[in-house]
T-cell receptor, first 114, second 114 residues
Framework: KNQVEQSPQSLIILEGKNCTLQ??????????LRWYKQDTGRGPVSLTI?????NTKSNGRYTATLDADTKQSSLHITASQLSDSASYIC?????????????FGAGTILRVKS | DGGITQSPKYLFRKEGQNVTLSCEQN?????MYWYRQDPGQGLRLIYY???????QKGDIAEGYSVSREKKESFPLTVTSAQKNPTAFYLC?????????????FGEGSRLTVL
């Protein structure tokens, strides 16, 4: 069964600290993995898209890693800011016969405190 | 500015009523999607459309209907047949069909059944 599991479910950190969010998946056949940031009551915004051959991808203070062998990804946030408070969603794309199917994780809720 | 506009932002419905959520995009994207988001769950696909006058059921299409008469517009009707319609609804679009390209999301519509 195609699944995406994210951990932790929620996380509280102090402003300026780093944190790492985890994503494990069983989606097959793999096409790409995406991380989105969703502010409360808003639509998700893309942070990164990684294909099978990419191990690391950065977008400012956000760095995503991908280990396609172990089917794990992480999102590292450096020097967190209050504006980083949001839900972070991992999405894995399966390369199906009719096209790509997206499987969404439930998200990790991050709260950055001052 | 280019983007996706969803309306209304908040909607209240009495049981037994149909409601229609609007989604308009000016990104010139071919593909459009409707997702449902519930607390603690990943986004689930309701319907998607790759071209005008064509659309396909997603994973949870029962109780919903759509139309795609124009490239820019993809309205979603939540019918009285949908047993648990209270949720956050997200419209998205992409360049490529069937999730091959990056997804751009609207700001969402929150539907509450009274």
């Amino acid at each position: 069964k195609n699944q995406v599991e994210q951990s932790p479910q929620s996380l509280i950190i102090l402003e300026g600290k780093n944190c790492t969010l985890q994503c494990n998946y069983t989606v097959s056949p793999f096409s790409n993995l995406r991380w989105y940031k969703q502010d409360t009551g808003r639509g998700p915004v893309s942070l990164t898209i990684m294909t099978f051959s990419e191990n690391t991808k950065s977008n400012g203070r956000y760095t995503a890693t991908l280990d396609a062998d172990t089917k794990q990804s992480s999102l590292h946030i450096t020097a967190s800011q209050l504006s980083d408070s949001a839900s972070y969603i991992c999405v894995v794309s399966a390369n199906m016969e009719y096209g790509n199917k997206l499987v969404f994780g439930a998200g990790t809720i991050l709260r950055v405190k001052s | 500015d280019g983007g996706i506009t969803q309306s209304p932002k908040y909607l209240f419905r009495k049981e037994g009523q149909n409601v229609t959520l609007s989604c308009e995009q000016n990104l010139n994207h071919d593909a459009m999607y409707w997702y449902r988001q519930d607390p603690g769950q990943g986004l689930r696909l309701i319907y998607y459309s790759q071209i005008v006058n064509d659309f396909q059921k997603g994973d949870i299409a029962e109780g919903y209907s759509v139309s795609r008469e124009k490239k820019e517009s993809f309205p979603l009707t939540v019918t009285s047949a949908q047993k648990n319609p209270t949720a956050f609804y997200l419209c998205a679009s992409s360049w490529g069909g069937t999730n091959t390209g990056e997804l751009f999301f609207g700001e969402g519509s929150r539907l509450t059944v009274l």
